[in-house]
T-cell receptor
Framework: DAKTTQPPSMDCAEGRAANLPCNHS???????VYWYRQIHSQGPQYIIH???NNETNEMASLIITEDRKSSTLILPHATLRDTAVYYC???????????????FGKGTHLIIQP | NAGVTQTPKFQVLKTGQSMTLQCAQD?????MSWYRQDPGMGLRLIHY???????DQGEVPNGYNVSRSTTEDFPLRLLSAAPSQTSVYFC?????????FGSGTRLTVV
């Protein structure tokens, strides 16, 4: 699986959009970008994933650059409850076989300021 | 619908003791996995299972055993606990793309 690079920490004001970047310059054509978050030592929570098109769900939006070497997770209206460590993970499609499971880096600690 | 249930939530072991961390899911998920998380680090994969009767090793399998006799349960066994196994352990399951994680077991080995 491709390696990802994320800033160790970020601040965002409550009510503003939080934009979390992720670099994955060695991503392969069959690898997806996944985002999870972990709130204060709870189990990680799945947020969103995508291959090459931008994706949006009720939690967030995922913007993937055209060359797929980087992506941005957007929380449109951040609240204090969004304070968490956010993990960007790149891996092959689960339907492609191979080992299961996820490879986590250290993630970005997002702090929402009141 | 309870999701992924881990027991116990906290455990203190003496070096050399053995124990089993329990993980159960009620979502009929095929895939299950175990992770450990050390302070300030991301999660690391210990073992995973792609279905009942099938398990495989992850990144850090040494000192741990698993079995998957049913779809619902995926216990993690520590054979002879060592202080280096002090960590928070998370179990997860999935059917589609997104994993559902349990709330974790905080294990201290003294």
């Amino acid at each position: 699986d491709a390696k990802t690079t994320q800033p160790p920490s970020m601040d965002c004001a409550e009510g503003r959009a939080a934009n979390l970047p992720c670099n994955h310059s060695t991503i392969s054509g069959n690898e997806y970008v996944y985002w999870y978050r972990q709130i204060h030592s709870q189990g990680p929570q799945y947020i969103i994933h995508g291959l090459k098109n931008n994706e949006t769900n009720e939690m967030a939006s995922l913007i993937i650059t055209e060359d797929r070497k980087s992506s941005t997770l957007i929380l449109p209206h951040a609240t204090l409850r969004d304070t968490a460590v956010y993990y960007c993970i790149v891996r092959v499609s689960y339907s492609g076989g191979g080992a299961d499971g996820l490879t986590f880096g250290k993630g970005t600690h997002l702090i929402i300021q009141p | 619908n309870a999701g992924v249930t881990q027991t116990p939530k906290f455990q203190v072991l003496k070096t050399g003791q053995s124990m089993t961390l329990q993980c159960a899911q009620d979502m009929n998920h095929e895939y299950m996995s175990w992770y450990r998380q050390d302070p300030g680090m991301g999660l690391r994969l210990i073992h995973y299972s792609v279905g009942a009767g099938i398990t495989d090793q992850g990144e850090v399998p040494n000192g741990y055993n698993v079995s998957r006799s049913t779809t619902e349960d995926f216990p993690l066994r520590l054979l002879s606990a060592a202080p280096s196994q002090t960590s928070v352990y998370f179990c997860a399951s999935r059917r589609g793309y997104g994993y559902t994680f349990g709330s974790g077991t905080r294990l201290t080995v003294v």
